[in-house]
């Protein structure tokens, strides 16, 4: 393998790494506060009998922050929802192809979600807005949308590089030094 070819994956791998351990940090910490929450609702609300009005609020705001983090996550180690049946029956050539127009989808799909998602978030009926019962700006639970949107596009990306230097992509990571 080339120096520019090894230096691009390099680059890749190095940004794919650092985004995963961010990422990861903050579904763990999205999913264990959606967990506290709920526990904490259901607590105070059954066996107190005092509801916290804010919990159902936060819980749907963690919910939607740990499915785009972990959307990310899915497009980064290309563990996507897809059937393969028909498509693992062709040649690793066809099959690079179809990988790479996937990601190219992909990208295009993360890229205009981005753009449009960032005009909404920036909108002033989103960023001057409130949250019912919590009362916090509504552009800290909504930033959540264009960030996943472009760290997918990112990822996507990445996913063709590799692709395209038939790299591995999965759980583990490739290996430059072979």
């Not at 919590?134 to 996913?159: E, K, R, Y």
Request: aromatic share 14%; glycine share 6%.
């Amino acid at each position: 393998m080339d120096n520019n070819k090894r230096m691009i994956l390099n680059l890749s791998n190095q940004v794919n790494q650092q985004l995963q351990k961010v990422l990861g940090f903050l579904c763990i910490i999205s999913m264990g506060g959606l967990a506290i929450v709920m526990i904490l609702n259901v607590v105070s609300r059954y066996f107190i009998t005092y509801p916290l009005v804010w919990a159902d609020e936060m819980v749907l705001y963690l919910f939607s922050w740990t499915s785009f983090l972990g959307a990310g996550l899915g497009v980064q180690k290309n563990n996507m929802a897809s059937v393969r049946m028909l498509v693992d029956r062709f040649s690793d050539k066809i099959l690079t192809f179809i990988d790479i127009f996937i990601q190219i989808l992909i990208v295009v799909f993360g890229a205009t979600l981005t753009y449009f998602s960032y005009i909404w978030w920036s909108s002033s009926s989103t960023f001057n807005a409130t949250s019912a019962t919590m009362g916090v700006p509504m552009w800290v639970p909504t930033i959540i949308l264009p960030v996943s949107m472009a760290i997918i596009t990112l990822f996507a990306l990445t996913n063709i590089i590799k692709f395209y230097y038939h790299e591995e992509i999965g759980v583990d990571e490739f290996n430059l030094s072979n």
